[in-house]
Antibody, heavy 118, light 108 residues
Framework: EVQLVESGGGLVQPGGSLRLSCAAS????????MSWVRQAPGKGLERVAT????????SYADSVKGRFTISRDNSKNTLYLQMNSLRAEDTAVYYC???????????WGQGTLVTVSP | EIVLTQSPGTLSLSPGERGTLSCRAS???????LAWFQQKPGQAPRLLIY???TRATGIPDRFSGSGSETDFTLTISRLEPEDFAVYYC?????????FGQGTRLEIK
C-alpha cells in the first residue's frame, strides 16, 4: 500500500522557519518526481515546489521562490520542504504528492498544517 | 503561466442527475496533460482523471473526462451521494503546474 506521511507542521511566528518532511512507502520513491502542494484555509490548491526523481532539478511557485527549498533523500525515502522567512499568507495545509511536470499527481499524503501567526 | 478557469463555481444537483463541470485554459494545454481531482472536507485531493480522459485506478466509470487544447469537461453521469464534493482541474504539462479555483458540487 502506498503511503505518504507528512510531519513537521505547527505554529510559527512571521519571519520564522519550519522544515516539513514526507515519508514515503509502498512504491519506488526514487523513481518519481515529487511535489509539495498547499491549500490555505477555505481556498484552492497551489503547487509550491517540485523536484525530479534524482533531485537534480527543482522548480518553485513565484510566491515562495528564494524562501522555500525542496529536497529529497532517496536512501531514506523522504521528501523535505525547508521554509524560511515565513509569512502569514503561507498559512495552509501542506500536502506532499508524487508527480510533477508531465507526471500525474497520483499519490497524496494526508497533509500537515502550518500556521504563521504572532 | 496557464490560468485555469472552472465553471460554475457552485453546482446544485440531485442524486441521480448528470453533472457537467467545465475547465477553460488561458492557453493550449500541452498534450492533454489535464487532470481532475475530487476533494472532500478534511481529506487530500483524489486523482480522478488524467490525460484529459483516462480514469485513474479504482475510479467508477460514471466519471468521464473530455476535451482538448483549452476546453475540458468532467462529466458525472449519475450522481451518487458520495460524489458531492469540490472538484479541481489541473494542468501538469507546462511549468508552473496550475490548478483551477474549483467547482463545489452540492446537493440540491
Amino acid at each position: 500500500e502506498v503511503q505518504l506521511v507528512e510531519s513537521g507542521g505547527g505554529l510559527v511566528q512571521p519571519g520564522g522557519s519550519l522544515r516539513l518532511s514526507c515519508a514515503a512507502s509502498g512504491f519506488t520513491f526514487s523513481g518519481y518526481k515529487m511535489s509539495w502542494v498547499r491549500q490555505a484555509p477555505g481556498k484552492g490548491l497551489e503547487r509550491v515546489a517540485t523536484i525530479t526523481d534524482t533531485g537534480g532539478a527543482t522548480s518553485y511557485a513565484d510566491s515562495v521562490k528564494g524562501r522555500f527549498t525542496i529536497s529529497r533523500d532517496n536512501s531514506k525515502n523522504t521528501l523535505y520542504l525547508q521554509m524560511n522567512s515565513l509569512r502569514a499568507e503561507d498559512t495552509a495545509v501542506y500536502y506532499c504528492a508524487s508527480g510533477g511536470t508531465a507526471v500525474i499527481f497520483d499519490y497524496w499524503g494526508q497533509g500537515t498544517l502550518v500556521t504563521v501567526s504572532p | 503561466e496557464i490560468v485555469l478557469t472552472q465553471s460554475p463555481g457552485t453546482l446544485s444537483l440531485s442524486p441521480g442527475e448528470r453533472g457537467t463541470l467545465s475547465c477553460r485554459a488561458s492557453q493550449s494545454v500541452d498534450s492533454s496533460y489535464l487532470a481532475w481531482f475530487q476533494q472532500k472536507p478534511g481529506q487530500a485531493p483524489r486523482l480522478l482523471i488524467y490525460g484529459a480522459s483516462t480514469r485513474a485506478t479504482g475510479i467508477p466509470d460514471r466519471f468521464s473526462g473530455s476535451g482538448s487544447e483549452t476546453d475540458f469537461t468532467l462529466t458525472i453521469s449519475r450522481l451518487e451521494p458520495e460524489d458531492f464534493a469540490v472538484y479541481y482541474c489541473q494542468q501538469y504539462g507546462t511549468s508552473p503546474i496550475t490548478f483551477g479555483q474549483g467547482t463545489r458540487l452540492e446537493i440540491k
